[in-house]
């Protein structure tokens, strides 16, 4: 099978072509040539005004609830989503049913994914059953494929425990992936706690909860040595201290999400259950604190947090909703209607190099030679989500039926070309 994509801009700083405009012919999921005006005849021609090619992206934090909850998402659905997205690997969530927590269920989801568009990559859970209480078998699911560990939506709250799984993973150079959140403080809350909160006479969550475990898990990564991602860094001061972590020399990272740069706290007026997210909206001020912290490099890359559910748990009180939305159809358009400043080149760092490099992924380099695992996106155009195109089985969104600016072509992954 030969793929001939023409007059496409390179977005890759560790190829010799970048941020030229060439033709770029694909064979069998190999770049074999790269040239002006290839006249090689090939099975398929993709040429898009505008149409720019990086290594292809990866987001850390998805839920494709399978096994268990496939009425949410499944593996084929969310791979489909991801593709449309633009991603070619995505790491998924343990909290699934059972829990992703031994090497057989780390082997199901690697096996899987073998027939899928992208590259499915499990996380294995740091405690047996999510619980918090016991470390799981880290070891052998590392051994089986897991990419790294985490208990995704249910944050480890004890810092004894923690400690003993960076203690644990760093035998194998491991990483553990943290959303920071306390429990314990505002163990109630439906929003931000704030002036928005008492307006709307929603119970809050105060920064303090996010900060605290930043500060808790930082000391325990100075303590121990070992490598930790924090995901989902909603506040400002939660940021910063990352930044000083970083100076410090410590082996911390950190993500964003893309509605977490999009909405604060004030876009909750109507109540839309879809805004309802952990973390949740913090204030604009935390808001713009983000995006400058994109844009000047102290965030690593962009995760999506991409957390289906049903209309049941979406279309209800406020109070009684759960927490999330679907992001990985619309992350890039959000992250290009978001920050109009950024670069090619700090774009593809948010969405591929940076991540591959943190997590140990094979390096992707748009050179002849190289495996091609691909994204075609374009600035020009625009995304609008609906429940007619969207590829994930759950429409929990507030992007819905909106106008965004940029689009994702399509991707060129394990040999195939997935357009949209």
């Not at 790294?148 to 960076?166: C, E, I, R, W, Y």
């Not at 969405?351 to 190289?370: M, Q, T, V």
Request: aromatic share 6%; proline share 5%; with cysteine.
């Amino acid at each position: 099978m030969k793929i001939l994509l023409r007059k496409v801009l390179v977005a890759d700083v560790h190829s010799p072509y970048n941020g030229s405009v060439i033709d770029l012919l694909v064979t069998d999921g190999n770049i074999s040539s790269i040239g002006k005006n290839i006249t090689d005849k090939a099975d398929i021609v993709c040429e898009e005004e505008g149409m720019i090619v990086s290594p292809g992206w990866v987001d850390i934090f998805s839920h494709f609830c399978d096994p268990g909850h496939e009425f949410k998402e499944s593996l084929e659905t969310g791979a489909a989503a991801a593709a449309a997205g633009g991603f070619t690997d995505v790491f998924v969530l343990p909290n699934t049913h059972p829990a992703i927590q031994s090497k057989s269920q780390v082997e199901y989801i690697v096996q899987r994914s073998k027939i899928l568009p992208v590259h499915i990559h499990p996380l294995g859970a740091i405690t047996k059953n999510l619980e918090g209480k016991e470390l799981a078998e880290m070891y052998d699911m590392q051994n089986s494929g897991a990419i790294a560990f985490s208990d995704g939506l249910h944050p480890v709250q004890t810092p004894g425990l923690f400690l003993k799984a960076l203690q644990y993973v760093k035998a194998f150079d491991g990483v553990l992936i943290q959303m920071p959140v306390d429990n314990t403080i505002g163990t109630h809350g439906l929003m931000n706690e704030g002036i928005v909160s008492t307006k709307l006479g929603l119970p809050g969550i105060p920064a303090i909860a996010e900060e605290i475990i930043i500060k808790r898990d930082i000391d325990l990564v100075q303590y121990t040595g070992s490598q930790v991602h924090f995901t989902g860094i909603s506040t400002g001061k939660g940021l910063e201290l990352i930044k000083q972590a970083k100076k410090d020399g410590l082996r911390v990272t950190c993500s964003v999400t893309p509605y977490h740069l999009f909405f604060c706290d004030e876009d909750l007026k109507d109540y839309d259950t879809n805004l309802k997210l952990n973390p949740p909206l913090r204030t604009k001020k935390d808001m713009l604190a983000l995006r400058k912290g994109v844009l000047n490099g102290i965030v690593d890359c962009i995760a999506s947090h991409h957390i289906p559910h049903d209309t049941d748990n979406k279309v209800c009180e406020f109070e009684y909703a759960k927490a999330g939305m679907t992001g990985l159809e619309t992350c890039f358009a959000v992250i290009n209607h978001s920050l109009p400043d950024l670069s090619n080149d700090q774009l593809v760092n948010l969405l591929s190099i940076s991540a591959r490099k943190i997590f140990k992924l094979p390096s992707i380099s748009i050179a002849e030679g190289s495996k091609a695992e691909l994204t075609l996106f374009t600035m020009n155009g625009s995304t609008t989500l609906t429940k007619e195109n969207q590829k994930s089985k759950s429409s929990n969104t507030p992007f819905l039926n909106k106008e965004l600016k940029g689009k994702v072509i399509g991707t060129l992954n394990k040999g195939n070309l997935v357009l949209n």
